[in-house]
């Protein structure tokens, strides 16, 4: 057998046992801790001891969608960074990139998440949408064709469905907070 | 069995050549002849993880190179889509688990070699269980299972027992490429370090599932991610569950007709939902428009990656060659084109990198002044530190939330928090790797 020890003695004298805390777990405690967001943007952790479930409220201060709160849950599991969390809408909600499931059409969530990315990426990414709804990538097929024929319309649609009214016999969640 | 059975005449000759003499080459420390003959054939005990198409190669390359004492980990039982080439099982296996079918097959052809199956998860078994081994081969198709394995033996790493330090080797395939790499813990860059590198599972953009699927794997994806949840609520997927899998393949079926795609086969819909799938196979049929199977794309090169895995095997525990430093890649795509480099450990890696520190406080230390010192402290430079164990939160510093619900320890004694001997996770946005702490009292 070779003699792998020799080489240790040279390179790392020092004790180096490391803890059983998990890759994944160490990364979100670094992620969360870190944290850089806009006042728009706010977690909660219905368990403050559980790091790996919470939402995410943004309230987007310009734009379209604009005096409304949406509420997001992330799921995180133990395979965090190579898989990226799973993230919701909490509400039925009237946007092109969600669906009335509450899917999201958010690239960095799927085919393009990278370990690199961090929690902070994706909520940044997420607030864009309500800036920036891209009808080229729809979820909600309706809500993207009429952004894209008519946007009158369209953003009449949003109004209505912000204040818990119907849209084309589709009954929307209230998000309104002012 | 193993060291009452005679070896007969010249069943070693080839392996004996590099064995009985050292070659320019060979270690100092290469003890040629019967010592390390002994070492390989009756002392060596070796773990390999997985037997399915990598894990069937390793198994019987190991045997016929002389390794006598192997362990065989797997969770999974035989499924008839493995027979093609998982060549130790057969169409009556069908149904059995197959670390048990690989070690009696591997008994019965290759006289005096003991294996011993594990039917179950490497998750079941303990340190003391990994210490007795002298190496541990990978032959496994998921991130989650390398991942654990490979923190499992880096924790293991013990300063003071030098035969506590397990040579890792981890062999891959995926579609054409494969790769094979040799991890010492804690000395050469780990499984975690290269992440990085690691082709994502395939995941496509959940717009196209919805919208407009062109691929068999888009009408499969869309059931197990859209549909599932939309009929199913917050039952869980269970990917191992047959009549899973079924409701899957109906409703994938189904959507598939809709929009005119063919292709979408029971085993298809396994491999997607699995992961399986590597992200090669979507491309081949956009491409060729070809239809092919799961199985065809998944048996593509398992006895090169295995061959090289066995191949370290041999020259880690006999020395008598310079083994490889570190990662070897192997690209059939187009050719064959090979590659080794040395990958580079990472100081900020969660699991072999990082900075460790026994500190010995009194017992009347509260974190709040942990925290002082910690930021006194002038050789790491730390600013706002967030603090946790193996399973609470000691202290965080953001978000206001968990900062909040994590300020009443901050005038606990450490001592009621972290047991003596306990590990502290630092985190701070000044450390580009992470701290840990043992926290010793007096
Ligand atoms: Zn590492």
Not at chain 1, 59 to 86: C, L, R
Not at chain 2, 274 to 299: D, F, Q, V, Y
Request: aromatic content about 8%; some cysteine.
């Amino acid at each position: 057998m070779i003699k792998i020890w020799s080489m240790k003695k040279n390179e790392d004298a020092a004790a180096k046992k490391k803890p059983k805390t998990s890759a994944a777990q160490i990364r979100v405690q670094k992620d969360l801790t870190e944290l850089d967001l806009p006042s728009t943007m706010k977690t909660n952790f219905p368990d403050p001891a559980d790091l790996l479930n919470f939402t995410l409220t943004i309230t987007p201060d310009e734009g379209m969608y604009k005096g409304g709160a949406f509420v997001f849950s992330f799921a995180i599991n133990t395979n965090y960074p190579h898989d990226p969390p799973k993230v919701k809408c909490t509400q039925t909600i009237y946007h092109p990139n969600v669906d009335l499931e509450g899917n999201v059409c958010l690239n960095i969530l799927r085919e393009d998440w990278k370990p690199v990315l961090s929690l902070n990426s994706v909520m940044v990414g997420l607030q864009y949408l309500f800036l920036e709804p891209n009808a080229d990538d729809p979820l909600n097929k309706d809500a993207a064709q009429e952004m894209s024929r008519n946007r009158d319309a369209f953003l009449q649609n949003v109004k209505y469905s912000m204040q818990g009214r119907s849209v084309k016999g589709v009954q929307f969640d209230k998000v309104l907070v002012r | 069995m193993g060291s009452q059975f005679t070896d007969w005449q010249g069943r070693y000759y080839h392996i004996d050549q590099v064995l009985d003499k050292p070659g320019p080459r060979t270690d100092p420390a290469f003890l040629a002849g019967d010592g390390v003959k002994d070492f390989l054939r009756n002392q060596a005990k070796i773990l390999v993880i997985g037997a399915g198409g990598l894990g069937c190669e390793i198994l019987a390359n190991l045997a016929l190179t002389g390794f006598k004492d192997i362990h065989v980990i797997d969770m999974d039982t035989i499924d008839i889509s493995n027979l093609n080439r998982q060549f130790l099982f057969r169409t009556k296996d069908v149904g059995k688990p197959k670390a048990t079918v690989a070690a009696e097959f591997i008994m019965k052809r290759v006289p005096g070699v003991k294996v011993t199956p594990y039917f179950g998860k490497i998750q079941d078994k303990d340190d003391d269980y990994y210490l007795q081994f002298n190496l541990v081969i990978c032959g496994l198709d998921s991130v989650e299972a390398r991942r654990w394995m490979n923190a499992t033996l880096v924790n293991l790493v013990d300063p003071e027992n030098p035969e506590s330090l397990k040579p890792l080797i981890d062999g891959g395939t995926e579609g054409f490429k494969g790769q094979a790499r040799v991890i010492l813990p804690t000395i050469t860059s780990c499984y975690e370090c290269s992440l990085d590198m690691l082709n994502k599972p395939t995941a496509f953009p959940i717009c196209t599932i919805a919208n407009t699927p062109r691929l068999p794997e888009h009408c499969i994806e869309w059931a197990s991610v859209l549909e599932w949840p939309r009929v199913k609520g917050d039952k869980k997927l269970d990917t191992d569950d047959p009549e899973h899998i079924g409701w899957l393949y109906t409703a994938a079926s189904a959507r598939a007709k809709e929009f005119n795609i063919e292709g979408v086969t029971w085993s298809l819909t396994q491999g997607v939902v699995k992961n399986i799938i590597p992200a090669i196979a979507s491309t081949n049929a956009i491409i060729s428009g070809k239809s092919r199977t799961l199985e065809t794309t998944e048996s593509v090169d398992n006895t090169h990656p295995a061959a090289a895995c066995c191949n370290e095997a041999f020259k880690i525990a006999t020395s008598s060659a310079a083994y490889l430093n570190n990662y070897f890649m192997l690209i059939g795509t187009d050719g064959v084109y090979s590659y080794t480099f040395e990958h580079e450990k990472r100081d900020d890696c969660p699991v072999c990198g990082g900075e460790s520190l026994e500190l010995s406080i009194s017992s009347e230390f509260t974190v709040e002044q942990l925290i002082e010192l910690l930021v006194e402290k002038q050789d790491i430079q730390i600013k706002k530190p967030s603090l946790s164990t193996p399973t609470t939160q000691i202290y965080l510093q953001a978000p206001p939330q968990l900062e909040e619900a994590t300020r009443p320890n901050l005038t606990k004694k450490v001592s009621e928090l972290v047991p003596p001997e306990g590990e502290v996770t630092v985190t701070a946005s000044t450390l580009p790797f992470n701290l840990s702490l043992r926290v010793t009292y007096t």
